[in-house]
């Protein structure tokens, strides 16, 4: 089955730095790659997502690449702000294809990030 | 609009007693999914029911475990005879369909405790 490793486990940066999360993962088939991020008590929220045919995805602060020959995919947060202090989780899956576990999201272990002011 | 709900958001039981988790998915997500999540862990798959498909059981650690779903709506996950080691955090997910891979929305979670 799949497996996907995560690194940093905790992160520390001062506000404005830049802050870059790695997963690597194992099934090839994998095709579908979110990413999110729980807050202390609460369930994970999905902050962004990239599907195997597309490199790169960008939402204002946030992006993720993925490199499929390489079989990793990354975090990037700019400019980061006090309020992104939280744990964040990659995970991968893949859609259906006759198969089961369809949607199955296998997930990294997580990383604490913490922006200080 | 209304995300994924939980309840209870938090259960303590003894050991022994079976214990009934509830999730209500959004209106019109085929697809539902249970995680467990234990302290500074990662999230573990358990189950997941796709419309009125057999459900991939895959996941469930063990016999104790099983789950049901009544059409499209609501969800139980069920563990008999809990023990310390079932101590968790439960999440539910729901998504508009499985197959293509749609996101998954989270709910808040049960935070189980077994004594």
């Known amino acids: 089955g799949e497996n996907v490793e995560q690194h940093p486990s905790t992160l520390s940066v001062q506000e404005g730095d830049s802050a870059v999360i790695k997963c690597t993962y194992s099934?090839?088939?994998?095709?579908?790659f979110p990413w999110y991020k729980q807050e202390l008590g609460k369930g994970p929220q999905l902050i962004i997502d990239i599907r195997s045919n597309v490199g790169e995805k960008k939402d204002q602060r946030i992006a993720v690449t993925l490199n499929k020959t390489a079989k990793h995919f990354s975090l990037h947060i700019t400019e980061t702000q006090p309020e992104d202090s939280a744990v964040y989780f990659c995970a991968a899956s893949r859609s259906g294809d006759g198969g089961t576990s369809y949607g199955k999201l296998t997930f990294g272990q997580g990383t604490i990030l913490t922006v200080h002011p | 609009g209304a995300g994924v709900s939980q309840s209870p958001s938090n259960k303590v039981t003894e050991k022994g007693k079976d214990v009934e988790l509830r999730c209500d998915p959004i209106s019109g997500h085929t697809a539902l999914y249970w995680y467990r999540q234990r302290l500074g862990q990662g999230l573990e798959f358990l189950i997941y029911f796709q419309g009125n498909s057999a459900p991939d059981k895959s996941g469930l650690p063990s016999d104790r475990f099983s789950a049901e779903r009544t059409g499209e709506s609501v969800s139980t996950l069920t563990i008999q005879r809990t023990q310390q080691e079932d101590s968790a955090v439960y999440l539910c997910a729901s998504s508009l369909n499985a197959l293509s891979n749609q996101p998954q929305h989270f709910g808040d979670g049960t935070r189980l405790s077994i004594l």
């Open positions: 099934d090839s088939a994998s095709n579908y």
